[in-house]
């Protein structure tokens, strides 16, 4: 301390301040169990329906829902240069009435069936007088016509996603998994996406990062829990049908030979490849502390390769400038660690730095300083992307959601998001059936006040890479436009299913609360048919 | 004044072992410092105490062991940083992407707590220095303590202090900018 430093004596300040206020507040008993969750058997109710769901679909009671027929369109504007085409919205677009009750595919499907795609920057505003939709009813979005559902409600706190880089829809698409708080619980609850019905409760909290097997509607893997009060090296997978938990890979003795004081590990918000057999973590020791990361083929339940260093400046390669810019805090901790669908490499996301690294760790390369929200994206020709927004400076792409081929390192910018409203966005590869296309998902604009809606705000649509990098405009998300007043809780998070015929997002309806709840549209059947 | 007792010769100097606190007389001593520091680096009142919960946790959990370390309360306080920076994960990317689109960074804004705006500075400082200066500057640890905590080299603390303090007293206004290099050496 400096006696006499303006500095010093504010933060003095300060901190005598807040120790006189928490002087005064009692101390809580200790409470050992309070937070701790995940006991031995992850699934502890099976609440109704379940198994229903892997043999005969669910009755159909709905009525069709009424896509009004004067939504037609000319031809798509794919170059892009003579504006957004859009089509007329339906007076009524909104009150399509439906049975909640049930909603099968093939109805769902022929909703969507008719409804023409809208391509490129287009402004059209969402509307005005766009009430919540009750549970189950589905709608067509004002602007775009696009169908679409509420699946959750919210209850006393919330009932959302936390990511867009997960896939929570089961491989036949019948079953989803949101994260609940009642207000005065959290779980992981399973949806039966066709009652909207709650099927089952996993007693897991977010961060044991369930993910659904890649063919096996009806089995979760993940881990036991997110920090050293529960987490393991040992990947789980649970039935939702039986409620049991098996050991898929006790990684423990494995792990603790390369890092003897690995206790718990974690992808953080990243994914396995699109097969669901490599995967890759970080390691952390019991405080807490990453201290390496490892990559595994569950398939040949073996190490692949293993980082123990993960400050990338110890290993003395050379840097780009702008990375070594970033670096002057050091990497950082690890944010997230990606996958690429065909495996081959391994993204790491540290506070202050991007890094490719070959899926064995045997080599990597710098991508940038940071991206957030970003994700690894297929594309058509059998390469790996990775597609964030490019916040960093002094860059060329500065502002640009940015594409970056991950063999090259090749950047090609895609939108200027500060050309409209300073949108913040996310992006999400997990279409890895249909390469070659992002679902981009929009908040938090900076639109003037009285002033339109920015082409990019507040929206959900579909992005090519590569091509002549096509936007479809899926639909606005209705999220709380006050960014003062918005929630976290709220972001729309959006992402696809993997064949890309329904994307998910979140959204408060514009109710300005915590409120999370989750939307579904369905993708217009015409997109299946674009190049 | 009494004459004073023959100093024992080095092979009567017998040292008393520390003795080991209670799980409980620890719990009661550190509670409230660990819910500011963490309050500090979070911003919230309830993610401050969940994370104090779950550090307190793991520490009941290897009481056996964290109580003969020389210093539990700095090995509590490492689990509680690190703990911090997983929760920052999830909740502050928002704010994080929020901030980093806009191409003019908007000031602080002035809260009616003329503290807050300090804490609040403190926080929109990157994570490492931001950890150092709530340790510092709340929790009272000295560089060695602050090194022990974050696991990293005592010249390392003091680089991310200097450059903390530099970018706080930008934050904060021209009549903090005077000398602040100091207190990095301190």
């Known amino acids: 301390m400096i006696p006499g430093d303006p500095l010093d004596s504010r933060l003095d300040t300060a901190a005598g301040e807040l120790r006189s206020q928490l002087g005064e507040a009692p101390i809580p008993d200790f409470e050992p169990n309070k937070r701790v969750a995940a006991p031995v058997a992850a699934v502890v109710a099976i609440l109704i329906g379940i198994g229903v769901f892997l043999s ?21 504007d794919i170059d892009g240069d003579s504006g957004p085409v859009v089509p007329e919205p339906a007076a009524d677009s909104e009150v399509d009435s439906s049975d909640p009750s049930r909603r099968t595919t093939t ?40 169908v679409i559902t509420r699946l959750t409600d919210a209850g006393g706190r919330f009932s959302r996603f936390d990511s867009n880089r997960r896939v929570m829809t089961n491989s036949d698409n019948t079953l989803l998994i949101t994260h609940v708080d009642d207000g005065t619980s959290e779980n992981m609850s399973i949806i039966d996406l066709e009652s909207l019905e709650q099927v089952a409760v996993v007693d897991r909290d977010e961060e044991s990062e369930l993910t659904w097997h890649p063919t096996d509607p009806a089995r979760i893997r993940h881990l036991s829990g997110g920090d050293a009060n529960n987490g393991s090296l040992r990947l789980l ?109 391994v993204v790491i996301e540290y506070a202050f730095v991007t890094i490719v690294h ?22 058509p020709d059998g390469t790996d992307a990775y597609v964030f927004v490019n ?23 895609l939108i200027n998001l ?93 109710r300005c609360t915590e409120g999370g709840e989750i939307y579904e549209v369905i993708v217009p059947g015409q997109f299946a048919e674009l190049n | 004044m009494a004459p004073s007792p023959t100093p024992p010769s080095p092979q009567e100097v017998v040292v008393a072992p520390r003795a080991i606190e209670s799980f409980d007389d620890y719990y009661r001593r550190d509670y409230r410092s660990l819910v500011g520091l963490a309050f500090v680096i979070t911003g919230d009142h309830g993610t401050a105490e969940d994370l104090v919960q779950d550090a307190l946790t793991t520490a009941h959990r ?41 191409q003019e960074p908007e000031k602080i804004v002035e ?37 022990d905590i974050l696991e990293c080299g005592t010249e390392t603390v003091k680089t991310h202090l200097k450059r903390g303090r530099q970018a706080l007293a930008e934050a904060l206004g021209e009549n903090y900018l005077k000398d602040n290099d100091e207190g990095a050496d301190q």
């Open chain 1, 56 to 76: 005969a679909p669910f009755s159909n009671n709905a009525s069709q829902v009424d896509v009004a027929d004067d939504t037609s369109i000319d031809a798509p």
């Open chain 2, 62 to 102: 290897n009481w056996s062991k964290v109580s003969h370390y020389d210093k539990p309360e700095a090995w509590v306080r490492r689990v509680l940083v690190n703990r911090s920076t997983s929760r920052f994960r999830r909740l502050a990317s928002e704010a994080k992407a929020t901030l980093k689109l806009r």
């Open chain 1, 107 to 146: 109805e769902l499907e022929t909703a969507a069936s008719d409804v023409e795609l809208t391509f490129g920057q287009d402004a059209t505003q969402p509307s005005s007088d766009r009430v919540r939709p009750d549970l189950g009813q589905l709608r067509n979005d004002p602007a775009y016509g696009s």
């Open chain 1, 358 to 379: 070959d899926a064995d760790f045997s080599a990597f390369r710098a991508i940038e300083n940071t991206g957030d929200n970003a994700d690894v994206v297929a594309t």
């Open chain 1, 391 to 413: 916040f960093n400076t002094p860059s060329q792409n500065y502002g640009f959601l940015t594409a970056v081929d991950l063999d090259t390192l090749e950047q090609t910018p």
């Open chain 1, 418 to 510: 500060f050309d409209n409203a300073n949108t913040s966005m996310s992006v999400s590869g997990t279409a890895t059936g249909k390469p070659g296309w992002v679902a981009l998902s929009t908040f938090s604009c900076k639109n003037e006040v009285g002033a339109d809606e920015a082409w990019t705000c507040n929206k959900i649509m579909l992005m090519e890479l590569g091509g002549e990098n096509r936007i479809v405009p899926l639909a606005h998300t209705y999220r709380c436009s006050n960014d003062e007043d918005a929630s976290w809780f709220t972001i729309p998070n959006g992402w696809t299913n993997r064949d890309l015929t329904r994307v998910y997002f979140t959204s408060d309806s514009g």
């Open chain 2, 111 to 147: 809260p009616s707590d003329p503290n807050l705006e300090v804490w609040n500075a403190v926080r929109s400082l990157p994570k490492r220095q931001s950890q150092v200066i709530a340790l510092h500057y709340w929790d009272d640890q000295s560089l060695a303590q602050i090194a």
């Open chain 1, 237 to 345: 997978e649970t039935d939702v049908t039986t409620g049991e938990t098996s050991v898929l890979a006790d990684l423990t003795d494995r792990i603790q030979q390369i890092f003897p004081t690995g206790t718990h590990m974690l992808s953080a918000h990243g994914r396995p490849g699109d097969n669901g057999n490599f995967w890759a973590w970080v390691v952390r020791d019991e405080t807490g502390a990453p201290i390496g990361a490892v990559s595994y083929d569950l398939a040949a339940d073996s190490i692949i390769g293993s980082l123990s260093e993960l400050d990338p400046t110890a290993s003395g390669q050379e840097l780009p400038a702008i990375v070594d810019e970033g670096l002057v805090n050091g990497p950082g901790d690890i944010e997230s660690i990606l996958v690429t669908s065909d495996a081959k490499y």
